[in-house]
């Protein structure tokens, strides 16, 4: 089973609109934490924001917030009052604890175009 | 300037010629870690290490061998490439026990092709 799912291949937004990148994850540990990356079409991997299991508050940078559905097992990424540098591909990941070590799962990406 | 730097950045090169790529941090950072992203699959966990002289398997391991003698160098071999090695490939690293822990600082990348 895929542990981190992102379902949504590709995603337009208009300009100044809100978005939501879906994820969704498995996973039977009770420590875990939750992440997602942007990547433009430079390459790099840009840290945008983390969620930890035991957070009671949706975690929130700027202008990304993490919808934190624990329940749900789900970690969507919002990112409100979309620019154009906001194009990229979007990678949601999780961190997981395997006995003593942290091993961490990418899920296959979100390309989201910003459309002025 | 805190960054993670891999080398080389561009590498062609033939089957079973042996290989590898450095990485290495400045921020004292423990955990450190190699994906590899391929089209369609995402970044995929190669090894990882959780400190000097611990290493283990991500998701990915056939192929690959690493080693972690010192805590700012994590290298990357491979002993002898085939052409499903072609592939892209990060560095990262991050610093356990703070709740930042999974911002990971990734390395510019190598894009390696494997002939």
């Known amino acids: 089973a895929q542990k981190i799912t992102q379902t949504q291949p590709g995603m337009f937004v208009q300009e100044k609109e809100a978005v939501t990148l879906d994820c969704t994850y498995d996973t039977s540990d009770q420590s875990y934490g939750l992440f997602w990356y942007k990547q433009p079409s430079s390459g790099e991997m840009i840290f945008l924001i983390y969620q930890g299991s035991y957070d009671e508050q949706n975690a929130t940078e700027g202008r990304y917030s993490l919808n934190f559905q624990k329940a749900r097992k789900s970690a969507n990424l919002v990112i409100s009052a979309s620019q154009l540098g906001d194009s990229a591909m979007y990678f949601c990941?999780?961190?997981?604890?395997?006995?003593?070590?942290?091993?961490?799962?990418f899920g296959i990406g979100t390309k989201l175009q910003v459309i002025p | 300037e805190a960054q993670v730097t891999q080398n080389p950045r561009y590498l062609i090169t033939v089957t079973g010629k042996k290989l590898t790529v450095t990485c290495s941090q400045n921020m004292n950072h423990e955990y450190m870690s190699w994906y590899r992203q391929d089209p369609g699959l995402g970044l995929r966990q190669i090894y990882y290490?959780?400190?000097?002289?611990?290493?283990d398997k991500g998701d990915v391991p056939e192929g690959y061998k690493v080693s972690r003698k010192e805590k700012r160098n994590f290298p990357l071999i491979l002993e002898s490439p085939s052409p499903n090695q072609t592939s892209l490939y990060f560095c990262a690293s991050s610093f356990p026990g703070t709740r930042r822990f999974n911002e990971q600082f990734f390395g510019p990348g190598t894009r390696l092709t494997v002939l």
């Open positions: 990941a999780m961190r997981e604890n395997v006995g003593s070590y942290q091993k961490v799962t």
């Open positions: 290490s959780m400190n000097v002289e611990v290493t």
